[in-house]
């Protein structure tokens, strides 16, 4: 794995880009920030995958999520987990419940509905009120799961 280490400028131009995206700074001057190039892109924070890029957009991974879920939330229920993680898109049935203020082309995490654990990051292909009146057919696209590349990444 070919890694860049930053520069506090460099980390200092990410975090306004990370606060543009997610509303708030998560990155500081003491942090080993790390720039990760092979098939999948992201970064290392202190030795942790903690970031991915997706079509050019940095998001979360499931692990940073773990620690503190910032992502608009959808959960699913119990049945529908075995399939999300697995790589499946998320079906409109399998939703029991998710956020109101949610846009179509949002990046969502979905939780199950017994340990609200974050199983995967989707994009939304509805906004909320579009989900709320849906009732069978692709909700959510499944772009990084439990056990997928960017999750097993060292």
């Not at 998560?26 to 995958?49: A, C, R, T, Y």
């Not at 229920?77 to 998320?90: H, I, P, R, T, Y």
């Amino acid at each position: 794995m070919k890694l860049r280490t930053l520069s506090k400028s460099d980390i200092k131009n990410l975090n306004k880009d990370l606060f543009n995206l997610f509303g708030f700074e998560p990155l500081n001057k003491k942090d080993n920030v790390q720039l990760f190039e092979e098939e999948i892109s992201g970064l290392k924070i202190n030795g942790v995958v903690e970031y991915f890029y997706y079509n050019e957009i940095l998001l979360p991974t499931l692990k940073n999520l773990l620690k503190n879920n910032f992502l608009k939330k959808v959960v699913v229920d119990m049945g529908a987990v075995k399939f999300v993680c697995n790589g499946a898109d998320l079906m409109r049935p399998g939703i029991t419940n998710f956020d109101e203020n949610i846009k179509k082309d949002d990046f969502v995490v979905v939780v199950d509905e017994t340990h609200n654990k974050p199983l995967c990051i989707a994009i939304s292909l509805f906004s909320s009120e579009e989900l709320k009146i849906q009732e069978k057919g692709k909700s959510l696209k499944n772009i990084h799961f439990i056990g997928d590349d960017i999750w097993n990444i060292n």
